[in-house]
T-cell receptor
Framework: QKEVEQDPGPLSVPEGAIVSLNCTYS??????FMWYRQYSRKGPELLMY????GNKEDGRFTAQVDKSSKYISLFIRDSQPSDSATYLC?????????????FGKGTHLIIQP | EAQVTQNPRYLITVTGKKLTVTCSQN?????MSWYRQDPGLGLRQIYY???????DKGDVPEGYKVSRKEKRNFPLILESPSPNQTSLYFC??????????????FGPGTRLTVL
């Protein structure tokens, strides 16, 4: 079972707000969790990945994984209009690499100037 | 510059006319894969390759073929395209076949329309 659920949005917030993007999943075997950003007419770009539970921070972006709840989040602080994009969560198994990668459907984020 | 290139970027064709979408990466990555992206269905993997001459089916392989004769190239072949293969296609490459995906790169996409 590989389902990953993600609200497609659109999610519209004013510039400077904190954005919270989320995914839930059903397969407890997932161990690697990724967030991708996809601008219109472009390929996805890997933003962050985390292993198992916990937090990871990179600049304005923070990824959180709660394996007990099967819930992952991406927080964007001080959001900018350039953050407007579709954000895809993805996850894979221990040692599964990209051949076990399962994507959410993506959340369309709009940051209003 | 590290990149994955795809050609063509846009293609309109007719049912049954064989076509090939090329994919090339300049990073000496082992792992390459093809995805299709459809509204409401997200990204789904078509085929992947762990290395030269090693390919395997992803989640939606029906109607597609691939080959990996060289490390840098991974073409996607539609022998007899049908309208349900109208989609946005992405090629991707990874440094390693397994483990962290910190080096995954996607190509710019190929928008295919089959009439």
């Amino acid at each position: 079972q590989k389902e990953v659920e993600q609200d497609p949005g659109p999610l519209s917030v004013p510039e400077g707000a904190i954005v919270s993007l989320n995914c839930t999943y059903s397969n407890s075997a997932f161990q690697y969790f990724m967030w991708y950003r996809q601008y219109s007419r472009k390929g996805p770009e890997l933003l962050m990945y985390t292993y198992s539970s916990g937090n990871k921070e990179d600049g304005r972006f923070t990824a959180q994984v709660d394996k007990s709840s099967k819930y992952i989040s991406l927080f964007i602080r001080d959001s900018q209009p350039s953050d407007s994009a579709t954000y895809l969560c993805a996850m894979t198994f221990e040692g599964g690499g990209a051949d076990g990668l399962t994507f959410g459907k993506g959340t369309h984020l709009i940051i209003q100037p | 510059e590290a990149q994955v290139t795809q050609n063509p970027r846009y293609l309109i064709t007719v049912t049954g006319k064989k076509l090939t979408v090329t994919c090339s990466q300049n990073m000496n990555h082992e792992y390459m894969s093809w995805y299709r992206q459809d509204p409401g269905l997200g990204l789904r993997q078509i085929y992947y390759s762990m290395n030269v001459e090693v390919t395997d089916k992803g989640d939606v392989p029906e109607g597609y073929k691939v080959s990996r004769k060289e490390k840098r190239n991974f073409p996607l072949i539609l022998e007899s395209p049908s309208p349900n293969q109208t989609s946005l296609y992405f090629c991707a490459s990874n440094r390693l076949a397994g483990g962290p995906l910190d080096t995954q790169y996607f190509g710019p996409g190929t928008r295919l329309t089959v009439l």
